[in-house]
């Protein structure tokens, strides 16, 4: 094969798909098969026009796929590797991080590549940027110098692994978050409370009740606190449980509500993360007072460094109804239905596209 197929996004609810020529790799290049792409929240926050994103281009972060070639060896050239060690061989079945690191900046020097100076994001960049292949709605992707890259284990399937990608290393970035701000290394005998219960929110759930966490879950959606309960989380009504404290309040709904109730929530030295707000939403307005008496803190989370790739890969490992909470990929060139119609099973947490599934 020399070519291939990607959806450019021309703005709105506008799609074409385009043929392209396979790219010629540099040193340090890996030239993946895209085998299943989720649809993450955010691409559909993009296309309702809800936030600024650069246009025309592929989008799409969230994926899963198939090293097919990796660039020539040179002297002094990155040899292409999993972020575990170990070079990448062709036929591998791999994930890699929404973001591309310069490595060289003082924040990538300080551990904080998630913020590069030069950061370049998967499924966020212009066609005319000088970076073929750049997002998720593709048969192919090229990933840059500088993509973190993580085998997938062959206990996990395609449909649950594409998950790790954006939902998942987001996720276990806030639960190390709130880790860190506590001094603690894990979450045991602590209340946490999950505020939103997509696919961050759920995953999030899993990854807080493995370190322990006593999690409570809200969420409007009936069948999601379903699916929560079913990692291990119990159901909070932030009405009729307005009086519940929490040591943890991790913020994934992306609303003013959700806010003002993860902050009332907290209880004395308590932690809020804020993930889900990456879109405007507004100014929430809170008390001062609660925040200094009660010692707490709030600290937020947008994107993940390496190690939360590779973390969330293993969590996602664990439990088989993560493959069955992602829906079946639809044809690549449906892609337009696959982001603006709801999926027909409401616990679907993503629906999929894949170039090769089957209409
Ligand atoms: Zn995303
Ligand atoms: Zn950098």
């Known amino acids: 094969m020399t070519a291939a197929t990607e959806m450019v996004w021309l703005g709105e609810d506008r799609f074409d798909a385009h043929r392209v020529d396979l790219p010629e790799l540099r040193p340090g290049e890996v030239l993946v098969r895209v085998l299943v792409a989720g649809i993450c929240g955010s691409d559909r926050h993009t296309v309702l026009g ?11 972060h969230e994926s899963v796929g198939e090293v097919v070639a990796v660039g020539p060896c040179a002297p002094d050239a990155p040899v292409p590797t999993d972020v575990c060690g170990g070079g990448l061989q062709i036929g591998d079945r791999v994930v890699w991080s929404v973001t591309v690191a310069c490595g060289h900046c003082d924040r990538c020097r300080a551990g904080i590549t998630a913020k590069c100076r030069h950061l370049r994001k998967v499924g ?20 840059p110098v500088g993509t973190a890259i993580t085998r997938v284990p062959d206990g996990l399937g395609n449909r649950a692994a594409s998950l790790a990608s954006c939902a998942g290393g987001t996720a276990v970035a806030a639960i190390e978050a709130a880790t860190r701000m506590l001094g603690r290394a894990d979450l045991s005998g602590l209340d946490v409370l999950v505020v939103g219960a997509g696919g961050l929110g759920t995953i999030a759930t899993a990854a807080a009740v493995a370190i322990g966490g006593a999690v409570a879950v809200s969420d409007l959606s009936a069948e999601r606190l379903g699916t929560a309960c079913r ?17 943890v309040a991790l913020e ?62 293993e969590l996602l490992a664990r439990d088989p109804l993560w493959e069955e909470l992602v829906e079946t990929p639809l044809p690549l060139t449906q892609l337009h239905d696959a982001l603006l119609e709801p999926a027909a099973d409401p616990r679907v947490l993503r629906r999929t596209v894949a170039a090769d599934a089957q209409s």
Request: hydrophobic share 40%.
């Open 50 to 60: 809800h936030r600024d994103a650069p246009c025309p281009s592929v989008l799409g």
């Open 124 to 143: 966020h960049e212009r066609v005319d940027s000088g970076w073929p292949l750049s997002g998720g709605y593709a048969s192919h992707m090229l990933l």
């Open 231 to 247: 990692f291990g989380a119990r159901v909070h009504d932030s009405e009729s449980d307005a009086d519940e404290r929490f040591d």
């Open 252 to 313: 994934f709904s992306g609303t003013p509500s959700g806010v003002r109730s993860a902050l009332a929530g907290l209880r004395l030295g308590g932690v809020m993360v804020l993930v889900g707000a990456v879109s405007p939403i507004g100014e929430v307005a809170f008390n001062p007072e609660h925040v200094v008496r009660d010692h707490l803190t709030i600290t937020g989370v947008h994107n993940y460094e390496p190690r939360h790739l590779v973390r969330a890969v």
